[in-house]
């Protein structure tokens, strides 16, 4: 049996065809485009989903992230969003077209990454194929965390590559990866950005210094084209300070504290690790929801296979002092798969997005796992992984992707769709927003902004009606998500600014219709209009006729 193992193993570690390099990446690419595809026509999330949308139709129309916008998170995106529409037209092939690709660019990057890393052929063809269902497919269309956690990505990559051949080309490409990636969302980025020393131990003694004289002119670099951005655009660096670091921390300590307050009521106030084991199966409860079928306990016992994998590779190698830098590679591997397991823990601590859009972390934790194990051990005992990685991703396709749990929504098949040529997106909204926007309504606003040249104020989560209808968008926010894109008066000075911007911008650019989503006092899910009582009293004092867009309440205000 033994003999048998070994044999395998060769033979599969031995296997390379010459098209490994071109063709298996391509096969990858366009895998993980189509497929993502598919599952982004199959219903839409309004608050998640008009993001990166506004943001590029915003860039688009001459607008400045952090001046004519808040934008806490979101601005990589939204730059590569105008860009596509700069190309394709502003409509919804653009958009799903921009997630899909960068869904089989994942894919394309992880194999490559995974062979660098020294798995063979056939366990780095399979890792990326499971990728590309675990990454961006839960949700679909273009996303501020997926595109954080695809540009640190990319970063460890580079960064692998630099540890090898110390080049100014891949370390300016780890630091501008992670700075995009920051942009996109501070999590994962920011997390993630620790991959960086740890796969720094592997560089030999003389390479150190010239990696760490790159990465100081390349921060530098980036620092000052940042304070050249901020003079040209006339961009204020308090309020860029305040949107990207000020109230989004704020916001993820008010998350952090509300799981430890719910750890006190268990009854763990009395021991920190009593709270903090609680705090944990809480998470892997809240990450696993995805799971009727219990496949839970499949990747706790991933998780049992793999301390005991790295136990014994650890235990077999003790004595290897022949081969440093294979130890320290394998000791990398581990530290890693370790980072980001604790990114995708802490993810779901922060987020109040569904875990399943960072479940891919856990994926590459899995990885690296299987990595370091077949670079540490004759026997292909990554098989076990794969395995229990494949019946993993079955049931998240099954229950996660199908369904459109991510959006919030159990998907059911819907006979009402939108054409867009050749394809079709059926419209299917969460149950929270089918209350509130029906289809006749996108319809009945689009109908009414053609017909009416005046500009609109629209209130409420589904802005990417703006963008659809050729209207310009000038809340000066990117979306409505109080104390995150939007200050409550906790901030009394910028809450004050920003009321003020609100009623500055109705009136410098003429806006004549404002239309409400749902009920006009609460046409957001994350904001309404008590947060933004100046706009109230502006709208009690200066309306002139209320009536209604299909279902959806509207004012004039101007005439």
Not at 320 to 335: A, M, V
Request: proline share 3%; glycine share 6%.
């Amino acid at each position: 049996m033994k003999d048998k193992l070994l044999k395998a193993n060769t033979t599969i570690e031995s296997w390379d065809p010459s098209f490994s390099n071109i063709l298996i990446p391509c096969s990858i690419f366009l895998f993980g485009f189509f497929y993502n595809l598919h599952f982004a026509l199959i219903g839409f999330q309004p608050l998640d989903g008009s993001i990166v949308f506004d943001g590029g139709w915003r860039i688009l129309n001459g607008q400045i992230p952090f001046k004519d916008f808040s934008a806490p998170a979101g601005t990589t995106p939204s730059l590569i969003q105008a860009f596509f529409f700069s190309i394709f037209g502003v409509n919804w092939i653009s958009y799903l077209v921009h997630s899909s690709l960068f869904n089989g660019l994942l894919g394309v990057i992880s194999y490559l990454w995974f062979r660098k890393e020294g798995g063979n052929v056939f366990l780095s063809t399979l890792l990326s194929f499971l990728s590309v269902i675990l990454f961006y497919p839960p949700i679909g269309f273009p996303f501020i965390e997926t595109h954080s956690f695809f540009f640190s990505i990319l970063a460890l990559f580079l960064t692998s590559l630099a540890v090898q051949n110390v080049r100014s080309i891949y370390i300016a490409g780890i630091f501008v990866s992670f700075f995009l990636g920051f942009l996109s969302k501070q999590i994962p980025a920011a997390l993630l950005i620790f991959g960086i020393p740890i796969l720094m131990i592997r560089l030999q003694s003389n390479d150190l210094k010239k990696f760490l004289l790159y990465s100081i002119v390349t921060i530098l670099g980036i620092s000052t084209f940042v304070l050249l951005i901020n003079l040209i655009f006339g961009i204020d660096w308090k309020e860029e300070f305040f949107y990207l670091f000020q109230i989004t921390l704020g916001t993820g300590q008010d998350r952090f504290s509300g799981i430890q307050a719910l750890a006190q009521q268990n009854g763990n106030a009395g021991t920190s690790i009593g709270s903090l084991l609680f705090i944990i199966k809480f998470l892997f409860d809240f990450i696993l929801i995805f799971d009727p079928s219990k496949y839970s306990v499949k990747l706790f016992n991933f998780l049992i296979i793999s301390v005991c994998i790295i136990l014994y590779t650890a235990w077999k190698t003790r004595n290897e002092q022949n081969d440093q830098i294979s130890r320290k590679k394998y000791l990398s591997q581990i530290i890693l798969g370790g980072l980001f397991f604790f990114s995708a823990v802490f993810y779901s601590m922060v987020s109040k997005n569904q875990p399943q859009i960072g479940f891919i972390q856990f994926f590459f934790f899995f990885a690296f796992i299987c990595l370091a194990n077949t670079n540490t051990t004759k026997y292909p005992f990554y098989f076990i992984f794969l395995i229990l990685a494949f019946l993993i991703t079955r049931e998240f396709h099954s229950n996660v992707n199908r369904t459109r749990m991510a959006n919030d929504m159990i998907y059911e098949h819907s006979e009402t769709k939108i054409s867009l040529g050749y394809l079709d997106l059926r419209w299917k909204l969460p149950a929270i927003y089918e209350k509130k926007i029906s289809y006749s309504d996108y319809n009945s606003f689009l109908n009414f902004s053609q017909k009416n040249p005046e500009n609109i104020l629209y209130l409420g989560d589904m802005t990417i009606l703006l963008g659809l209808s050729g209207k310009q968008s000038f809340f000066p926010a990117l979306w409505f998500h109080t104390d995150l894109t939007i200050p409550s008066d906790k901030f009394k000075e910028h809450h004050e600014t920003f009321q003020s911007r609100v009623i500055e911008n109705i009136l410098k650019h003429k806006i004549k219709y404002i239309v409400f989503e749902g009920e006009i006092e609460n046409f957001s899910e994350m904001c309404n209009l008590k947060v933004l009582d100046r706009l109230g009293t502006f709208i009690s004092k200066n309306e002139k006729e209320r009536f209604k867009i299909g279902n959806l309440p509207a004012i004039r205000i101007l005439d």
